[in-house]
């Protein structure tokens, strides 16, 4: 009992805790989390100071490392991690799942959390191409596929969700031409969480044409609609960088595709025009929009589109007089302090003191998209800043700008909250702020005083998923 105090701080814990039974030797504890086998093994290792792992399975390995760190026997949990990185890479990469779920449980495993994460940015093909790639999770596959630092292309990640899709529905055919309405709405169900984090336009035109307009039916129809302009426009045979988000977009006369004139074929490559169903070649308009480079993980060029008329005052329907130039400041996710207590440091370091900011922010587990207009810049103090030109709003889909809700400013005197706390972010006002949570979350309140109208439904609780902030060159 002497030697189980001294090894194990769980254990001391427990016995310290229990009372002894009449005799006062026995000491009855319960361990619901430790099965009796591995316990029996460590109990070993305890009183004799040895074990050798070669003698176990794997997945027994497994099973000890977590009953070692259930015990806070400190000392051995990281020998085991060493052994299992060092002599059983192949069976890590198979077992992808079980090891990187195992290692991010609890922050008692950091050789293997650092491993997971190594291998999802470096090596991403073992895991796509393991033979247990199927069955891994969806919040796992998400995990992979939103990296930006993921060393693949473009076209792969879409292969490859494909694929884990298919496989959930082992009934669906393998060939999307040979699909009903009912096979197409049931892959699109199983992906609709996924489609998200697929960066389109990383893509090549032919790309495009061949591996995506067939699976056309489970993308959004605003999402389809703008790629497809996207790519009708794009001349770029070459795959971009992942952490890029490209749209371009030229001045092109739909009249002169159909002319027979070779001048006119010529400056239209044909791969960019077939099997696209004659969408746009029915359109005789011209589509003129700006080239816009917009390196966000949260919005499109069609929202910077509507809030420059926002900004102007303009109306959606009027014409767009300026298109104003995005530039990322501020990027929670790549950004943010790793200290608990000061989250938005490098925000406030960043950010404070910078006019004509647009704040978004991607609400977890929907599409939904928050965020606001800061014409005159954040300050530290307490009390409001002064101004009427400032603006909240909100999309309720990510893929498209149709349905929103924009709220100016009503009482300017109180349109934007000082910062004072360590834990705030950006605050309109206290009508929209974001704020570090007790459980250390990123999270956001919305209430309705100081603007037209409130922006969400949800007053508060929420998870932002992230959040960034763009300076506007006025």
């Known amino acids: 009992m002497v030697i189980l105090n001294y090894r194990s701080p769980y254990l001391r814990r427990i016995l ?18 430790v099965s009796p086998d591995f316990f029996h093994v460590l109990l070993r290792y305890v009183y004799g100071g040895r074990l050798s792992l070669e003698e176990y399975d794997i997945s027994d390995i497994i099973k000890i490392l977590v009953t070692a760190n259930e015990l806070s026997l400190q000392e051995l949990t990281p020998y085991i991690e060493s052994f299992l990185i060092k002599y059983k890479t192949n069976w890590l990469e198979q077992n992808f799942e079980l090891i990187y779920q195992t290692s991010f449980e609890t922050d008692s495993f950091p050789e293997l959390r650092k491993y997971c994460t190594n291998l999802i940015s470096k090596e991403p093909d073992k895991i796509f191409n393991s033979p247990n790639f199927s069955s891994i999770p969806e919040r796992l596959l998400i995990t992979l596929i939103q990296k930006d630092e993921l060393q693949m292309k473009e076209i792969q990640v879409w292969e490859h969700v494909i694929k884990w899709g298919l496989a959930q529905n082992p009934e669906l055919p393998s060939d999307p031409t040979s699909f009903s309405k009912d096979d ?8 609709h969480h996924c489609i998200p984090f697929i960066r389109f336009r990383n893509i090549t035109s032919r790309e495009f044409l061949k591996k995506v307009k067939s699976y056309k039916k489970i993308l959004p129809k605003e999402l389809y609609n703008d790629l497809l302009e996207y790519f009708l426009d794009n001349d770029s045979e070459e795959s971009l960088p992942r952490i890029s988000i490209l749209k371009q977009k030229s001045t092109l006369d739909i009249s002169r595709v159909t002319n027979s004139d070779k001048e006119s074929q010529e400056n239209v490559p044909t791969e960019r025009l077939m099997g696209y169903d004659n969408i746009l070649l029915n359109k005789q308009k011209v589509l ?18 509507i809030i420059s008329k926002w900004i102007d005052r303009l109306e959606i329907t009027d014409k767009l007089t300026n298109l104003y130039e995005f530039k990322l400041l501020y990027r929670h996710s790549r950004d943010r302090s790793s200290g608990i207590l000061n989250r938005f440091k490098k925000f406030h370091e960043i950010c404070v003191n910078q006019p004509h900011t647009v704040t978004f922010a991607k609400v977890e587990g929907s599409n939904e998209i928050l965020g606001g207009y800061n014409p005159i810049g954040w300050e530290f103090g307490s009390g409001y800043d002064v101004t009427k030109d400032s603006f909240i709003f909100s999309f309720n889909n990510y893929y498209s700008v149709e349905n929103y809700i924009l709220s100016r400013v009503k009482n300017e005197k109180e349109a934007i909250s000082k910062i004072s706390s360590l834990n705030q972010g950006p605050s309109f006002g206290g009508d929209f702020t974001l704020f570090r949570s007790f459980g250390n979350k990123l999270e956001f309140y919305c209430k309705n005083t100081n603007y037209e109208k409130p922006i969400s439904k949800i007053s508060s609780g929420s998870t932002i998923l992230e959040f960034e902030l763009f300076k506007i060159d006025i």
């Open 16 to 33: 310290s805790t229990n009372k002894k039974k009449n005799d006062g030797i026995l000491t009855h504890i319960k361990l619901p989390n």
């Open 184 to 191: 197409f709405n049931t892959l699109k169900h199983t992906l």
């Open 288 to 305: 003129t929009n700006s080239i816009k480079n917009i390196d966000s993980k949260i919005i499109t060029f069609q929202h910077t589109e």
